[in-house]
Every structure is written in C-alpha cells, then in structure tokens.
C-alpha cells in the first residue's frame, strides 16, 4: 500500500475532525474520558474493597444510572428547546466538582459507603441532562450532516481508547497511591472539556419559540419513536443487550479477585481489554463509508459479544480472559454504536433530544436493573454463571433482530430519501 494511498484511508476514517467544532470536542473530550474511567474503575474497586460484596457493587451502579430512568426522557425535551453546549457545560462542572468531593473524602480516609451512595446518585442526575444533550449536539459540531455516521464512530474510539488508558492508569494509581488520587485527577481533566466547549464557534440562528407544554413535547417525541418501527426495533436490541450484558463490566472487580485470584492491577487490565477491543470496533466503524449493510454488522457484531462473554465467563487464565474480552468489547462497541448511527440517520432533527434522550434511556436507563440482577445473581450462583446467563439472552436477541431485520427496509427507504441519501445504500440496511 502507498503512502499517499494510507494518507487518503486516515483521511476518511477521521473526516469528521474536518470540523473545528468537532475537533476541538474530540481533543477535550479525549483527555476528559481518561479521568472519568480512571474514576470508574477507583469506584468499583473501592466499594468492592470497603465491602467484599458483588451485591454492593450492583447497588452502586443502580444508584447511579436509576436518574436516568426517571429524568432522561424530560431532559431529552430540554435539549430540544434549550442551548445544548450550555447543559453540556454546566454537566461537566458539576461533574468535576463530584469527583473532587469524592477524591477529598476517599483522601481523608473517612470516606463510608454511604458517601459514594450518595454521590454516585448525584452523578447520575448530572448524566440524565448530560447524555442526550450530547447526543443530540453531535450533529450541529460537525459542517457535514454525511461525516455523522463517521463523528458517533469516533466517539465511540475515544470513549473506548480513554477506557483502554484510563482502567490501565486506575489500576496502577490505586496500587501505588490509593483511590483517591483517581478521583482528583478525574477533576482535573474536565478542564480540558470545559475549555473546549467555550472555544467553539456556530452561526447565530433564531430558536423557534416552542409554544407546546413540555409534557406534550414529552409525548409526541414517545410516540414518534413507537410509531417508528425501525427506530422502535434497534431501541429494543440496545435495550436488551444492556440489560442483560453490559453488566458484566460491573462484576470485573470480583471477577478479577475471586475468580482469576488477581488485584487491582488485574482489574484495570481486564477494563482496558474491553476498551482495547472496544477501540477496535469503533475504528472499523468510521472507515466504512456508508450505512450500507450496517444492520447487518449489526446483527454480527451483538453474535460476537454475546460468545465472547459466554467464553470469558468460562476463562480460568488472566492472559485468556484479557483476549476473550479485546473480543467481547469488539462486538459490543460495533453493535452499540451501529445502532447509535442507524437511529440517528433516520430521526427527525426537531425530535433528536427526544428520540436520543429514549436512546439513553435504552443503554443506561435499564442498566441499572441489570446491574442490580447481576449482582443479585453474583452473590447467589457465583460470577460466571451470572455472565454465561446474560451472554444467552444477549444471543437470543441478536437472532431475533436478525429475523426482524428484512422487515424494517420498506419504512427505511422513504426516510433515505427524503433525507438525500442514496436510495441504493437501502438495499443492504
């Protein structure tokens, strides 16, 4: 392969960063999520250390993603109506302040469960605003609405490259320092973020006045996607998978001690397995240059996670374990985020707070179920039948979409159209 030939590939794997806005988002948000996994990571082990118990770690996690269930779909309104980089704002500043609190008491060594309970939920309430405001804000950063598909994917390889740094960092910091210099570092990273949100530029434009009561504009945004039965069918997929998946991540840490006898360094090993692979995926995704059979990588991809969580919840050895999940986090990312770019092609731009806010509810507003039942199961049939539980009915769904899919292509194609994308891009959705 050419140099000139390799130059012009990277070039259309990263065209989204042709956008300053988008740029200056992918750079801050960058240095930003290597804190917050550093932070995720300090949480787990540091609940699992004050309390030896799976259970515990599955009301951690509950505590923090219930907020989602209950606010999300009202946030997703207020993206719609209100400025978006001004929530985005004011979410990171409340968020670094969260992690400093947490960083001083776990400093102090009087930090207690009942503080990480607490500032866990508040997180959480931060996160409800947070998330469909970023999803929804993705689309006005970048100057081509066709680079849309491209901009999620490298989020995605971001989200999932500061997962890969940032456990590695964690499980290093916590055996040399202790948590609680995760949780300052953490603080000190939404800088980066926060400065590139007031950096951005956009085009003055008029807001529309919206004159319809919120609960109105809460309900047309439920009903559109419930009438939309593409939309309606990838939110279940997402919906199953992170129910009954995703919360395998939760069970790392006793995974890591119990199962494969390690420490904190093996934990944020196995973490940043799950975000190397994770990376992986999302690469694949922003090199392909349409949504051309995306439905159909789709439909592969949630197969691949569902068997490689099936075969890390029967791995006894660390180094098989560590390639299992580079498999695991491969399937998941690329199913997640193909989903992520098939809804977001296809909502209408008015209703895309509201859709994106039902997209959140989907992948964090059933994951703190799931993480609760996982630990209930954890604490009752042990870790590994837990996970080899969630791998099948992850399996089970992937086979039902698959069946469900040739279904959804008559009501995708008058959307591409009235969109200006290609009408033979629909043929292989």
Not at 208 to 233: M, W
Request: aromatic fraction near 8%; proline fraction near 3%; charged fraction near 15%.
């Amino acid at each position: 392969m050419s140099a000139s030939h390799a130059a012009r590939g990277l070039g259309h794997t990263l065209r989204a960063l042709r956008s300053r806005n988008y740029r200056l988002f992918f750079a801050g948000q960058g240095l930003s999520l290597i804190g917050s996994w550093m932070t995720r990571v300090a949480t787990g082990w540091l609940v699992y250390r004050l309390t030896g118990s799976a259970g515990w770690l599955g009301i951690i996690a509950f505590a923090e993603q219930i907020p989602l269930c209950l606010i999300t779909p009202v946030a997703g309104v207020l993206a719609d109506r209100w400025n978006k980089r001004r929530i985005l704002l004011a979410a990171q500043i409340l968020s670094m302040l969260q992690s400093l609190t947490l960083g001083v008491l776990a400093l102090s060594g009087g930090i207690h469960i009942w503080h990480i309970l607490a500032l866990c939920f508040f997180q959480g309430l931060v996160n409800a605003f947070d998330v469909p405001a970023r999803q929804a804000f993705v689309i006005e950063m970048v100057d081509r609405q066709e680079d849309l598909g491209n901009a999620i994917a490298l989020n995605s390889s971001i989200f999932n490259g500061a997962r890969l740094l940032g456990a590695s960092m964690a499980g290093i910091v916590i055996a040399s320092a202790g948590e609680g210099w995760c949780f300052i570092l953490d603080a000190a990273t939404f800088l980066a973020v926060i400065v590139a949100l007031l950096a951005m530029r956009f085009p003055v434009r008029r807001r529309r006045v919206e004159t319809k009561a919120l609960l109105g504009q809460l309900l047309d945004g439920l009903k559109y996607a419930v009438n939309s039965k593409p939309i309606r069918t990838f939110l279940l997929l997402v919906a199953l998978t992170s129910l009954m998946g995703l919360p395998y991540t939760v069970l790392m840490p006793v995974f890591a001690r119990e199962v494969l006898q390690g420490d904190a360094r093996t934990y944020g090993f196995l973490m940043g397995a799950t975000g190397l692979g994770a990376v992986s995926g999302a690469l694949y995704l922003a090199s392909r240059r349409s949504v051309l059979g995306l439905g159909h990588v789709v439909v592969r991809a949630g197969m691949i996670f569902s068997l490689g969580l099936a075969s890390f919840a029967l791995a006894r050895s660390t180094v098989l374990a560590w390639l299992l999940l580079l498999v695991t986090g491969f399937g998941m990312l690329v199913q997640m985020a193909g989903s992520n770019t098939m809804v977001q092609t296809l909502v209408d731009d008015d209703k895309r707070g509201r859709v994106m806010s039902l997209y959140a509810l989907a992948v964090l507003g059933t994951a703190p179920f799931g993480n609760l039942l996982a630990g209930a199961m954890a604490a009752r049939i042990g870790v590994p039948a837990a996970l080899l539980i969630g791998a099948g009915l992850c399996m089970a769904g992937s086979v039902w979409f698959a069946r469900a899919l040739p279904r959804l292509r008559p009501f995708i194609h008058p959307i591409y159209v009235k969109k200006g994308i290609l009408p033979e891009m629909v043929s292989g959705v």
